[in-house]
Structures are given as C-alpha cells and as structure tokens.
C-alpha cells in the first residue's frame, strides 16, 4: 500500500492529529494486491522481492508528486511473474478529523482505563481478605 498526500505533506502527528485539528485534504491510497502462491519462500529471493515492492513504491510516489495520479498500470519494465499477479487500485477519500470525536474517543479510552483498573483493585481487596 501506498499512500498519496496531495502537496507532498503528509499529517503531523503531534500537531495535526493527535489533537484532532486537521482541514480536510485529498489523500490517495494505492494498493496492490498479491496472492500468496506468487510471493517468494526462501528468504533470499523474499528479501528480493520486497526491496524491488519498495523500489516500485518510491516509483510510485516519484509519479503522483509529478503529475498528481498514481500510474494505471505498473511501470514495471521486467514484466516478471510476480508483477502479472498484482492487482491494483487507486482510491480518492478525503481525510477530515473530528475534535469532538477524538474527544469523545479520549475521554472513553480514560474511563475505560478507570474502570478496568476499578475493578482490578475490587479483585484484589477480596482475593486478599480471603488470606488475611
């Protein structure tokens, strides 16, 4: 899977998401499917394989940060066994993110964790009166 960000600036954790303040931008996903009969075994042909996946991802990038689209059809110039069996697809969603909705998620994780440490602690008082 690849991922587009559309001016080449992708989200910044600690600023952009993690408090939930982020404007909706275009975010392209490229995905390409393998079945496993087609994927290497041994470790060094594995190995092979997955440095030309990101040598193919870098391709990839390259083109949509030149012309805004990921390719339709592979680039590949070997024409390998391999590359026949990919399926790809390219999706256009925007990303948008909610600050109540982190806030609410927030504050559920918090009294999840509340709870759950709770009754850890009712589990615990009575597993220790038993002995006392």
Partial sequence: MTIGYTNG???DLLNSLVPGDVSPCQTV?????????????????LTRWLYERFAEKDRLLDHFYRTGSFPAESSEANGSVLES???HCSVLRPVSFSLVLC??????YLLSAMFHLYL????????WSWFV
């Fill in 103 to 108: 806030l609410l998620m927030h504050a559920f």
């Fill in 29 to 45: 996903i490229h995905y390409r499917k393998y079945p496993a009969a087609a994927v290497p075994r041994s470790e060094s042909m």
């Fill in 9 to 11: 600036q992708p989200f």
């Fill in 85 to 87: 069996h990919g399926k």
């Fill in 120 to 127: 850890t602690i009712c589990i615990c008082c009575r597993v």
